[in-house]
């Protein structure tokens, strides 16, 4: 073997066993990444999700606000028809009659549409504070990462375990949306 061969040999030793030693830095690198993308995908979706739902829970709301209109206007019809004069007292009678059953339809609807429109209001609720923890969890991760880089250019295990810290509370922040309902 040459002096050449043998300081190239050296070289990679040297090489191989930094290698060695930044490994678990760039392997914690990558894996955080992974996390952040995946994090900011699933953010995104629970923001578009409690979008659509509160759009729906608009829907929902001007649908019990025609109702409730119409159950007034019925209600001013009724109060009219209780003041005029109706000579044929059986069409006076079946009038009568029919925008009471009226009302009772309006009442019972607007309820109903009243809790359609609460329970999707829940659900934006719950969607905002699932997107809220996926928005910390990511940046969590992203500080992670962050710092996990520089203990790859510095070599100091100090930084890579200060990462991992950062990483660590950002899954938390992520698997805690488990216990939101």
Same mark, same amino acid.
């Given at each position: 073997?040459?002096?050449?061969?043998?300081?190239?040999?050296?070289?990679?030793?040297?090489?191989?066993a930094?290698?060695?030693?930044?490994?678990?830095?760039?392997?914690?690198?990558s894996?955080?990444?992974?996390l952040?993308?995946?994090?900011?995908?699933?953010?995104?979706?629970?923001?578009?999700? !409690?979008? #659509? &739902?509160?759009?729906?829970?608009?829907?929902?709301?001007? *649908?019990?606000?025609?109702? /409730?209109?119409?159950? %007034?206007?019925?209600?001013?019809?009724?109060?009219?028809?209780?003041?005029?004069?109706?000579?044929?007292?059986?069409?006076?009678?079946?009038?009568?009659?029919?925008?009471?059953?009226?009302?009772?339809?309006?009442?019972?609807?607007?309820?109903?549409?009243?809790?359609?429109?609460?329970?999707?209001?829940?659900?934006?609720?719950?969607?905002?504070?699932?997107?809220?923890?996926?928005?910390?969890?990511? !940046?969590? #991760? &992203?500080?992670?990462?962050?710092?996990?880089?520089i203990? *790859?250019?510095?070599?100091? /295990?100090?930084?890579? %375990?200060?990462?991992?810290?950062?990483?660590?509370?950002?899954?938390?922040?992520?698997?805690?949306?488990?216990?939101?309902?």
């Amino acid at each position: 073997m040459s002096s050449n061969e043998i300081h190239e040999f050296e070289e990679n030793a040297e090489r191989g066993a930094h290698d060695l030693t930044v490994r678990p830095f760039a392997f914690t690198m990558s894996l955080l990444a992974l996390l952040v993308a995946v994090t900011t995908v699933e953010g995104h979706r629970l923001h578009t999700s !409690a979008v #659509l &739902e509160q759009n729906r829970a608009n829907d929902q709301w001007n *649908l019990y606000a025609e109702k /409730r209109i119409r159950s %007034y206007a019925t209600a001013l019809e009724t109060d009219q028809f209780s003041v005029e004069v109706i000579a044929d007292k059986t069409a006076a009678a079946r009038l009568e009659k029919a925008y009471a059953d009226h009302q009772a339809k309006w009442a019972n609807d607007l309820k109903e549409e009243q809790e359609k429109a609460t329970a999707l209001e829940a659900k934006v609720a719950i969607a905002e504070a699932h997107a809220d923890r996926f928005d910390l969890a990511e !940046a969590l #991760l &992203e500080i992670g990462l962050f710092i996990t880089s520089i203990a *790859l250019l510095t070599r100091e /295990r100090f930084y890579w %375990y200060l990462g991992i810290a950062f990483s660590v509370g950002g899954i938390l922040s992520a698997a805690s949306v488990l216990l939101i309902k």
